[in-house]
């Protein structure tokens, strides 16, 4: 049986122009853009964290609004149960039998809206779902959708109230994306969108959105898997991920300052993120560059600073940083 021929250029295009379409609805957050076009095409789950109002919530709203995929949005407060999040069994006397209703987590995309803010019980919630795309509830286990994004949100100023995500749990996470405050330029340009945006709300007009379908979507991650990576660039990616499990071999006191390195499910990741940015990028090949620019948004979640190096300041991203460069270039 002949295979499917995967039109690379068409898909490339269409992406393009996602990329594009979506830089026009969220101004000054690029680094966002980017990071939420690798998890669809690395098909994992993002955490971002970042102040309120820069746009969290509208970038997943406006890119499922894009895509041929339903949207649901869940805000994590302390009081949430499980159930809320997975769906519960409801008894129905006409038939004399339980009936599951489905939860907003069999949605295709989903926004964990704050999701610190929720007790552990509902982050456990989260585990199965995002680690093996079911949900199991009593004796049934049921499946999620073919296409399914989790993106997270947390609020790094406000802490009375939040929960720290478990280890296990930010595993589970593609990517730890961290965003600021936009430049000058862009914010000029958020109150001349904010403007348009009223003025449509009062006299609203209808609006075609071209949404990609989901077949273009599984193509698309077929043709990332299928980008020429050398082998000496994965033995560096390897060596990276090896590298803050036992940093020592570069540096005796890097070593003390890392309690526990990343997991195979990180040297996963980073290689699936580093080729959907080659992708994205044009290219048909993994470069270095690309390996190194995703590096920290993978990785700073699943390298963990010991206690003495929290006591004097190092987080991961600071871990990550002295890491790639003390890891040789191939």
């Known amino acids: 049986m002949d295979t499917p021929t995967v039109d690379t250029s068409r898909l490339h295009a269409s992406f393009t122009a996602l990329g594009e379409d979506l830089a026009t609805e969220i101004v000054g957050q690029s680094a966002l853009i980017e990071r939420l076009l690798i998890a669809l095409l690395a098909d994992g ?37 499980p159930a809320d999040l997975t769906g519960t069994e409801v008894w129905r006397p006409q038939d004399g039998r339980f009936e599951f209703q489905p939860g907003p987590i069999f949605h295709p995309i989903l926004l964990a809206d704050e999701i610190n803010r929720a007790p552990a019980k509902v982050q456990s919630a989260l585990l199965e779902a995002m680690g093996e795309r079911q949900v199991t509830v009593g004796r049934q286990t049921y499946p999620l959708p073919a296409l399914f994004l989790v993106m997270a949100t947390q609020n790094p100023i406000e802490q009375e109230g939040t929960f720290p995500l478990p280890e296990a749990q930010l595993d589970r996470f593609l990517m730890h994306v961290r965003i600021g405050y936009p430049q000058v330029e862009a914010e000029t340009e958020i109150l001349r969108l904010a403007r348009e945006r009223a003025r449509q709300a009062l006299q609203p007009a209808p609006r075609e959105i071209q949404r990609m379908p989901l077949a273009d979507v599984f193509a698309a991650r077929t043709a990332v898997l299928d980008l020429h990576l050398a082998p000496s660039l994965e033995r560096y990616l390897i060596e990276l991920v090896l590298a803050s499990r036992d940093a020592s071999r570069y540096d005796a006191a890097l070593g003390r300052r890392i309690a526990w390195g990343a997991s195979p499910r990180g040297s996963i990741a980073l290689e699936r993120c580093a080729r959907a940015r080659a992708w994205l990028a044009g290219r048909d090949f993994v470069t270095p560059e ?12 699943r390298v963990l600073p010991s206690y003495e190096a929290t006591a004097e300041g190092w987080d991961g991203d600071r871990l990550v940083g002295e890491l790639l460069q003390r890891v040789p270039l191939p």
């Open 45 to 81: 789950h993002l955490l971002v964290e970042g102040a309120p109002g820069l746009a969290k919530t509208t970038a997943i709203r406006v890119l499922a609004s894009r895509l041929d995929a339903d949207f649901a949005r869940v805000q994590f407060t302390p009081d949430l149960l």
């Open 290 to 301: 690309d390996v190194r620019a995703v590096a920290p948004d993978v990785l700073r979640h």
